[in-house]
Nanobody, 129 residues
Framework: QVQLVDSGGGLVQAGDSLRLSCAVS????????MGWFRQAPGKEREFLAG???????????LYADSVKGRFTISRDNAKNTVYLQMNSLKPEDTAVYYC???????????????????WGQGTQVTVSS
C-alpha cells in the first residue's frame, strides 16, 4: 500500500521560509512523478511544483507561475522523500499543503490534481502579515 506523509507546516511571518517534507513508502519512489499542491479555504486544490521520475526524459521540474522563483521542489530518491522549500512567504500562501504522486507519468500530468494517484494527508501553512 502506497503511503505519503506530509510534514513541516507551521505558523510563520511574511517573508519567512519553510521546508515541507513528504515521506513515501510502498512503491518505487524514483519512478513516480511527485508534486506539491495546496488548497486554501473555499478554493480548489492547485498545483505548485512537480518533479519528474527517473525514467522520464526532458523537463525535470515544473512550477506554477504563482510560486516560480520562491518555491523549490527537490527529491531524495535514496530517502524516498520529496521536499518543498518555500521562501519569501506571503499571507496569500496560507493553505493546507499536500504532496501527490502519479505512477509512471510525465511531469505535466501533475498540473491537473485530478490525475494524482496518491495523496498525503496535508500539512497546514499559515503566514501572518
Amino acid at each position: 500500500q502506497v503511503q505519503l506523509v506530509d510534514s513541516g507546516g507551521g505558523l510563520v511571518q511574511a517573508g519567512d521560509s519553510l521546508r515541507l517534507s513528504c515521506a513515501v513508502s510502498g512503491h518505487t519512489f524514483s519512478n513516480y512523478a511527485m508534486g506539491w499542491f495546496r488548497q486554501a479555504p473555499g478554493k480548489e486544490r492547485e498545483f505548485l511544483a512537480g518533479s519528474a521520475g527517473l525514467n522520464w526524459t526532458g523537463e525535470r521540474t515544473l512550477y506554477a507561475d504563482s510560486v516560480k522563483g520562491r518555491f523549490t521542489i527537490s527529491r531524495d530518491n535514496a530517502k524516498n522523500t520529496v521536499y518543498l522549500q518555500m521562501n519569501s512567504l506571503k499571507p496569500e500562501d496560507t493553505a493546507v499543503y499536500y504532496c501527490g504522486a502519479i505512477a509512471g507519468a510525465p511531469i505535466v500530468r501533475l498540473t491537473a490534481p485530478v490525475n494524482v494517484d496518491y495523496w498525503g494527508q496535508g500539512t497546514q501553512v499559515t503566514v501572518s502579515s
